[in-house]
C-alpha cells in the first residue's frame, strides 16, 4: 500500500461544477499538505500548500487537511475547462530539514463545457 | 516560471547503452530530485541531493546514478539502460525550509 493514495478517475464535470478531489495517507507524521497541477506533457505546478489542519483558501480553489482523519482534499469552485489536468497531493515531514515531497497517483479531471 | 531546464527533452535510446539526463537550475536552491512519472504509479522519487556531492537514494534508485558537481547541475544516468526504464523523468527543486518544489518541464525517454 502507498503511503498517500489518490484515486486516478477520471473525473468528468460539466461547467461550472463545484470538484472535490481527495487523498488519504497513513504516515501521521505529514506536516506540510501540498496540491499540484499537471497539464498534458507538461511538469506539475505547485497550487497551494497548507500546513497540519485546516483550510486555505486561494481564488476559486480550497484546500482542506484533516490530521485526524488523514485525509485532505481540493476544491475547486465554478470549475472551467481550463482546469482540466491531473491533480497530485503531496505531503512532506518537515522535520529536520526533511521535504521531499511523497506524491498520490494523481486525479485526472476534466471539465467539459 | 522557476529556472529549471532539463536536457534532453526526449531521448530514443538502445537497450544496454548509458544514458545521462542533465537537470540545470539557475535558483540556487539546495535540494535536487529526481522522480520518474509512469501511467498508474505517479511521482516515484528515484535519487535527490541536498548539496553539492550530497546525495541519497529513492523509492526506485536500482539501475540510476546520479551526481552533483555544483549546485546548479543535477546529473541522472541510466548505467545500462532497459525497457523498464522508459518513462518521464522530472527533475524538481526546494529551497531550504520550504515544502514548495519546482518542476522541470520533463524528459520524455523511451528504451528500444
Known amino acids: 500500500q502507498k503511503e498517500v493514495e489518490q484515486d486516478p478517475g477520471p473525473l468528468s464535470v460539466p461547467e461550472g461544477a463545484i470538484v472535490s478531489l481527495n487523498c488519504t495517507y497513513s504516515n501521521s507524521a505529514f506536516q506540510y499538505f501540498m496540491w499540484y497541477r499537471q497539464y498534458s506533457r507538461k511538469g506539475p505546478e505547485l497550487l497551494m500548500y497548507?500546513?497540519?489542519?485546516g483550510n486555505k483558501e486561494d481564488g476559486r480553489f480550497t484546500a482542506q487537511v484533516d490530521k485526524s482523519s488523514k485525509y485532505i482534499s481540493l476544491f475547486i469552485r465554478d470549475s472551467q475547462p481550463s482546469d482540466s489536468a491531473t491533480y497530485l497531493c503531496a505531503m512532506t515531514l518537515g522535520t529536520g530539514g526533511s521535504y521531499i515531497p511523497t506524491f498520490g497517483r494523481g486525479t485526472s479531471l476534466i471539465v467539459h463545457p | 516560471d522557476a529556472g529549471i531546464t532539463q536536457s534532453p527533452r526526449h531521448k530514443v535510446t538502445e537497450t544496454g547503452t548509458p544514458v545521462t539526463l542533465r537537470c540545470h537550475q539557475t535558483e540556487n536552491h539546495r535540494y535536487m530530485y529526481w522522480y520518474r512519472q509512469d501511467p498508474g504509479h505517479g511521482l516515484r522519487l528515484i535519487h535527490y541531493?541536498?548539496?553539492?556531492?550530497?546525495?541519497d537514494k529513492g523509492e526506485v534508485s536500482d539501475g540510476y546514478s546520479v551526481s552533483r558537481s555544483k549546485t546548479e547541475d543535477f546529473l541522472l544516468t541510466l548505467e545500462s539502460a532497459t525497457s523498464s526504464q522508459t518513462s518521464v523523468y522530472f527533475c524538481?527543486?526546494?529551497?531550504?525550509?520550504?515544502?514548495?518544489?519546482?518542476f522541470g518541464q520533463g524528459t520524455r525517454l523511451t528504451v528500444v
Open positions: 524538481a527543486i526546494s529551497g531550504t525550509g520550504s515544502p514548495e518544489a519546482f
Open positions: 541531493s541536498y548539496g553539492v556531492k550530497d546525495t
Open positions: 497548507t500546513y497540519s489542519s
